[in-house]
């Protein structure tokens, strides 16, 4: 069991390039996410799906797309990268939707990425 | 606006003591509540959680308190182990509203041996 793994660990972008970030879980999780961390503040939540083929905003999601054509993997791209999204980005996954009990995300380890 | 904070950058303790994690929160709407653990270059992993029909929640040598009066919890670590020294991160959701986990900005626990 790999649980979330991300792809790629570190990246460096220029200003304007564009691309995506993988996320995969092997758990059969519906739920999945994109979070940033930004020193100095918690995660945030970026967008979610609620299950292949959805696709939804949360707190931060201007400036990134999203897909989920496989129940097993969460896309994020960057269409047209900015300073203001260098971060680090993780994936998470849940087996129940936040907002009710036990819903404890299980996280991938990370993509490192800086836009210059 | 923060809605989950931790005032407490960093916290170090000795070993076998007890660590005391604390963290606020704004929103009375939460009623789920969770602490996730960080080493360096890893994803979060998930420690303990806290119904809001609950007070406390113990879990070997974790346990979460719940003050709801005070928008409070806090994490207890008993004995404290040079193992346990990582980044903790305080979580909270709501049964209604947008599907977000909220997090506050981490407590960075040094367990010194």
């Known amino acids: 069991n790999a649980g979330v793994t991300q792809t790629p660990k570190f990246r460096v972008l220029k200003t304007g390039q564009s691309m995506t970030l993988l996320c995969a879980q092997d758990?059969?999780?519906?739920?999945m996410y994109w979070y940033r961390q930004d020193p100095g503040m918690g995660l945030r939540l970026i967008h979610y799906?609620?299950?292949?083929?959805?696709?939804a905003k949360g707190e931060v999601p201007d400036g990134y797309n999203v897909s989920r054509l496989k129940k097993q993997n969460f896309l994020l791209g960057l269409e047209s990268a900015a300073p203001s999204q260098t971060s680090v980005y993780f994936c998470a996954s849940s087996f129940r939707p936040t907002g009710t009990t036990y819903n404890e995300q299980f996280f991938g380890p990370g993509t490192r990425l800086t836009v210059l | 606006d923060q809605q989950v904070k931790q005032n407490s950058p960093s916290l170090s303790v000795q070993e076998g003591r007890i660590s005391i994690l604390n963290c606020d929160y704004t929103n009375s709407m939460f009623d789920y509540f969770l602490w996730y653990k960080k080493y360096p270059a890893e994803g979060p992993t998930f420690l303990i959680s806290?119904?809001?029909?609950?007070d406390k929640n113990e879990d070997g040598r974790f346990t979460v308190f719940l003050n709801k009066s005070a928008k409070h919890l806090s994490l207890h670590i008993v004995p404290s182990q040079p193992g346990d020294s990582a980044v903790y991160f305080c979580a909270a959701s709501a049964k209604t509203g947008a599907n977000n986990l909220f997090f506050g900005t981490g407590t960075r626990l040094t367990v010194i041996p």
């Open positions: 758990m059969n999780h519906e739920y």
């Open positions: 799906s609620v299950g292949e083929g959805t696709t």
């Open positions: 806290i119904s809001s029909i609950k």
